[in-house]
């Protein structure tokens, strides 16, 4: 009896202690983006987003990236829902967005639905995160599309 009720104290704790964080009502993100293509291309590029925030728990997220290597090109610009929990010093959260993409190789270009899956963790203090990681997997749906899978890990500092 003892046990359940330590249990039961340091879950109602956990979950107060997480209504309590307040959201912002935007964040901003910009950082360094790798990008797996599939065939074995590896490319470098940036990743912006900007999250608007309804609650603590649930927001609206615009995405937009662009990877390149040797005059090849791949951009991305989606948007859609991401939940999140707030913790004291880390924020995991995962997204589903929907939009576009464009490939571009040697003077040829090819663009297609895009859809991004995944999520991340963001992790800080305060009101500035020092480190978000997400991994994200999309896959252009288009069958005009030369790109039929991705992955990507987008570290920022």
Do not use: C
């Amino acid at each position: 009896m003892r046990k359940f009720m330590g249990v039961s104290l340091f879950v109602g704790l956990m979950v107060f202690s997480t209504m309590a964080l307040a959201a912002p009502k935007a964040e901003i993100f910009g950082g360094y983006q790798y990008t797996h293509l599939d065939g074995g291309l590896n490319m470098n590029g940036v990743n912006g987003a900007l999250t608007g925030n309804f609650n603590s728990f649930l927001g609206i997220r615009a995405d937009f990236s662009s990877s390149f290597k040797s005059g090849a090109n791949f951009q991305t610009y989606t948007f859609g829902p991401e939940v999140s929990v707030r913790l004291p010093m880390i924020k995991p959260f995962a997204h589903a967005l929907f939009g576009g993409a464009r490939a571009s190789a040697g003077g040829v270009s090819n663009s297609g639905f895009d859809m991004m899956y995944g999520g991340g963790v963001d992790v800080g203090a305060g009101r500035w995160h020092f480190v978000w990681a997400s991994l994200t997997g999309w896959s252009p749906a288009s069958a005009a599309s030369p790109i039929k899978t991705t992955s990507a890990f987008r570290p920022a500092l």
